[in-house]
């Protein structure tokens, strides 16, 4: 696969991935990071069918929830429920699953961003 069908395809699955929800800037305005982003992480990561893009997103929204990542989490949660991949009852159980790993501080937190982002 040429580097121009690997950003292709890139572009491609982020649409996927966020429906709109998130919007890539156009290519004139893409750094070096952005790039390599769409290249690896969503030409190649992403993009296997051996996890679902939904099995992917909570193993993110998992990770997110670890770091204390409350905005990164909102917009998990936000392109979940806008795909279809989870309900908004799917969403704060998740939270409430956190909790219990990730702690009460970090977890309100995304609660928090929850409540006040995702419809």
Do not use: H, N
């Amino acid at each position: 696969m040429t580097d121009d069908e690997r950003q292709k395809r890139g572009e491609r699955v982020f649409d996927a991935v966020y429906g709109g929800v998130v919007e890539l800037p156009p290519a004139a305005e893409r750094d070096a990071f952005l790039e390599t982003m769409l290249g690896q992480l969503f030409a190649e990561v992403w993009s296997r069918d051996v996890l679902s893009i939904r099995d992917r997103r909570l193993l993110i929204m998992g990770a997110i929830a670890a770091l204390g990542e409350r905005e990164l989490f909102g917009i998990q949660a936000r392109a979940a429920l806008a795909k279809g991949e989870l309900t908004r009852e799917q969403i704060d159980e998740a939270v409430l699953t956190l909790t219990q790993y990730v702690g009460y501080p970090r977890a309100s937190g995304l609660r928090a961003v929850v409540k006040a982002q995702v419809p």
